[in-house]
């Protein structure tokens, strides 16, 4: 079964870093789309990055871009958000997903495997 375990939010003042991990089991995810997603109270789920380990190929929302960065470790099966420079707008669940297919993008309707969502709070 595969499966995606999402970790590492938390609370964190504006202006600074958290790391998220998403732990992926059941699978070599290599030519898999691996993403991450968030979702703000009353908002809908926005796609923030997604990569492809096999060949490094990711692409981010305009939102993060120059922020947050998207790593892969395929000896740990684990992608990575290290996210910088945070802001009050990022607080939100974040969630990481399996895409249906194996080219980089962040459209929801695209991702058939969520994990658990993790919290991360940025206070102003």
């Known amino acids: 079964e595969v499966q995606l375990q999402a970790s590492g939010g938390g609370l964190v003042q504006a202006g600074g870093s958290l790391r998220l991990s998403c732990a992926v089991s059941g699978l070599t995810f290599g030519n898999s789309a691996i993403a991450w997603f968030r979702q703000a109270p009353g908002k809908e789920r926005e796609g923030v990055a997604c990569i492809v380990s096999d060949n490094d190929d990711t692409v981010y929302s305009d939102s993060v871009k120059g922020r947050f960065t998207i790593a892969s470790d395929n000896a740990k099966n684990t992608v990575y958000l290290q996210m910088n420079s945070l802001k009050s707008e990022d607080t939100a669940v974040y969630y990481c997903?399996?895409?249906?297919?194996?080219?980089?993008?962040?459209?929801?309707?695209?991702?058939?495997?969520w994990g658990q969502g993790t919290h991360v709070t940025v206070s102003s």
């Open positions: 997903a399996r895409s249906r297919g194996t080219s980089v993008q962040i459209r929801a309707d695209q991702y058939a495997l």
